[in-house]
Structures are given as structure tokens and as C-alpha cells.
């Protein structure tokens, strides 16, 4: 009898430790599956947050391109035109009154100070509202910018640009300001003689790549400073899910490699 109740203590006993593991088992499969769920969810959370910040960021460019082309229209069509038309007075005045020398050159002086002025709405219009852009296509406007830049500098560009058909358009202005600011750093602070810039589309990429042989600089400290631009290049590339890399020493010219997704890949 003794013997009988030893063995169903130790029966009792082996049951209720199997039991026991079997229970704490389940609790740590619990504990496990609710973390891994909870982990799921705040990664769901934080994709619908940063899908959110990248349409507010979207959402915030085109309002600000809207309004850099109302801008740049404004200033052509009613800044501009009004100039034209003061122009063309003075220069009947000037026509009327030409036997008396001193209104000939008020009006002479006032004609190169209009012409002045037309020549700066001319070039802030441009630069709100890139030129031919949207007519004629991400190629025509960066030659355009190229070739001002060659005029008014003494900097040669080397563009080998393929026109990429690409009907997006938020997709070639973002590329054109990409553009624009790596050329305006150039001319302001790489003292670059030679710049080569080159845009190829292969698969399913573009890609961009700009290099000078200018003074260079310290890329950590630069990019720390927030200066040359660096950040304004990176953030628009990120808006088109691509990335870039910047190659720069002190005395060894700044490199910069840009790959895109294209339009088929924006998503």
C-alpha cells in the first residue's frame, strides 16, 4: 500500500512538473508571439508615419514649385511687359525731344536702367520657373543652364545628357534643382575650371553623375556644417527613392554619383 501511494505521489509529481513546463512553455510562447506582434505593429506604424512625412513632403514641393511658377508668370507677363511698354515711351520721348540734349540722356540713362531690370526679371523668372523645362524636356533645360553658366564664368561643362522621355514631371524638376544646386556650389565655392555632368538611363535606374576638379573640401565637416548644399541634394534624391554618394578630398575636386529608380519603380 505504501508502495502504491509512493508511486502515485511520483506519478502526481512528474505530472505536475510536465505540467508546469508545458504551462510556463506556453506563457513564453505567448510573451514571444505578443512582443513579435507588438514589434509588427510599430513597424506598421512607423511605415504609414514615414509614407505620411514623405507626402506631406510632397505635398509641401509642388505647392512651393506651384508657387515659384506664379511667380516667375507674374513676373514675365505683368513686371515684364509693363517695362517693355515704359521702354518704348521713353525711347518716344526721347525721339520728340531730341534737339534738347539733357532729356535725350535722362531718357538714354533711364532706357539702360529699364533694360537692366528686364534682364534681372528675365533671370529670376528663369530661375523660379526653369526654361523650356516643361516644353521641351529635362535635357533642353539643363543645356540651357549649362550654357549660361560657360557664358558668365570661366568654367567649361562636359554635358552628356540622354533625354529620358520620362513624363513625370515632378521627377524631372527634382532633377533639374539637383542640378542646379550642384553647378551653383561649383561656381561659388569649388573654384572648378573643368565640369563634367552626365545623365544615363540603363534598366531600371538613372544615373546621374557630376564631377569638377575644384579645391575639394572635408566631406564630414562640410556635411555636418549643413553647407555646399550637400543636405538639399540628399533630401531630393531621397524624395525619388534614390541615393547618392559624394566622393571629395581637400585639393581633389568633388565627385557625385546619383542612382534612380524610374518611373515604373516610384512607387
Not at 3 to 25: H, P, R
Not at 142 to 162: P, Q, T, W
Not at 183 to 208: F, G, V, W
Given at each position: 500500500?505504501?508502495?502504491?501511494?509512493?508511486?502515485?505521489?511520483?506519478?502526481?509529481?512528474?505530472?505536475?512538473?510536465?505540467?508546469?513546463?508545458?504551462?510556463?512553455?506556453?506563457?513564453v510562447t505567448f510573451i514571444v508571439l505578443y512582443q513579435r506582434r507588438i514589434l509588427q505593429k510599430n513597424l506598421q506604424l512607423k511605415e504609414i508615419e514615414t509614407i505620411h512625412q514623405k507626402e506631406l513632403f510632397h505635398g509641401t514641393l509642388?505647392?512651393?514649385?506651384?508657387?515659384?511658377?506664379?511667380?516667375?508668370?507674374?513676373?514675365?507677363?505683368?513686371?515684364?511687359?509693363?517695362?517693355?511698354?515704359?521702354?518704348?515711351?521713353?525711347?518716344?520721348?526721347?525721339?520728340?525731344?531730341?534737339?534738347?540734349?539733357?532729356?535725350?540722356?535722362?531718357?538714354?540713362?533711364?532706357?539702360?536702367?529699364?533694360?537692366?531690370?528686364?534682364?534681372?526679371?528675365?533671370?529670376?523668372?528663369?530661375?523660379?520657373?526653369?526654361?523650356?523645362?516643361?516644353?521641351?524636356?529635362?535635357?533642353?533645360?539643363?543645356?540651357?543652364?549649362?550654357?549660361?553658366?560657360?557664358?558668365?564664368?570661366?568654367?567649361?561643362?562636359?554635358?552628356?545628357?540622354?533625354?529620358?522621355?520620362?513624363?513625370?514631371?515632378?521627377?524631372?524638376?527634382?532633377?533639374?534643382?539637383?542640378?542646379?544646386?550642384?553647378?551653383?556650389?561649383?561656381?561659388?565655392?569649388?573654384?572648378?575650371?573643368?565640369?563634367?555632368?552626365?545623365?544615363?538611363?540603363?534598366?531600371?535606374?538613372?544615373?546621374?553623375?557630376?564631377?569638377?576638379?575644384?579645391?575639394?573640401?572635408?566631406?564630414?565637416?562640410?556635411?555636418?556644417?549643413?553647407?555646399?548644399?550637400?543636405?538639399?541634394?540628399?533630401?531630393?534624391?531621397?524624395?525619388?527613392?534614390?541615393?547618392?554618394?559624394?566622393?571629395?578630398?581637400?585639393?581633389?575636386?568633388?565627385?557625385?554619383?546619383?542612382?534612380?529608380?524610374?518611373?515604373?519603380?516610384?512607387?
Open positions: 500500500m505504501a508502495q502504491s501511494s509512493s508511486v502515485d505521489l511520483t506519478i502526481l509529481l512528474f505530472g505536475g512538473t510536465i505540467a508546469m513546463l508545458l504551462l510556463a512553455g506556453g506563457i509642388d505647392a512651393i514649385e506651384s508657387e515659384r511658377q506664379r511667380l516667375a508668370r507674374d513676373l514675365h507677363d505683368e513686371v515684364g511687359a509693363a517695362l517693355s511698354t515704359l521702354r518704348l515711351s521713353l525711347s518716344q520721348i526721347q525721339h520728340q525731344l531730341s534737339k534738347n540734349q539733357n532729356v535725350e540722356a535722362l531718357t538714354e540713362n533711364s532706357k539702360m536702367m529699364i533694360d537692366s531690370t528686364i534682364d534681372s526679371v528675365r533671370r529670376i523668372s528663369n530661375d523660379l520657373l526653369p526654361n523650356g523645362l516643361s516644353e521641351l524636356g529635362l535635357a533642353y533645360a539643363v543645356e540651357a543652364l549649362c550654357n549660361k553658366i560657360m557664358r558668365v564664368s570661366d568654367i567649361n561643362i562636359d554635358l552628356d545628357f540622354e533625354e529620358i522621355n520620362e513624363p513625370d514631371t515632378r521627377l524631372n524638376l527634382i532633377l533639374y534643382r539637383i542640378i542646379q544646386e550642384l553647378l551653383n556650389n561649383a561656381i561659388k565655392y569649388s573654384q572648378s575650371t573643368e565640369i563634367t555632368l552626365s545623365l544615363r538611363k540603363s534598366n531600371s535606374q538613372l544615373l546621374l553623375h557630376y564631377k569638377d576638379n575644384g579645391k575639394g573640401f572635408d566631406f564630414e565637416k562640410a556635411y555636418r556644417r549643413g553647407g555646399l548644399g550637400l543636405k538639399n541634394v540628399e533630401t531630393r534624391t531621397k524624395m525619388l527613392n534614390g541615393e547618392v554618394s559624394f566622393a571629395t578630398q581637400p585639393n581633389q575636386g568633388l565627385e557625385v554619383t546619383i542612382t534612380i529608380p524610374t518611373r515604373d519603380n516610384l512607387h
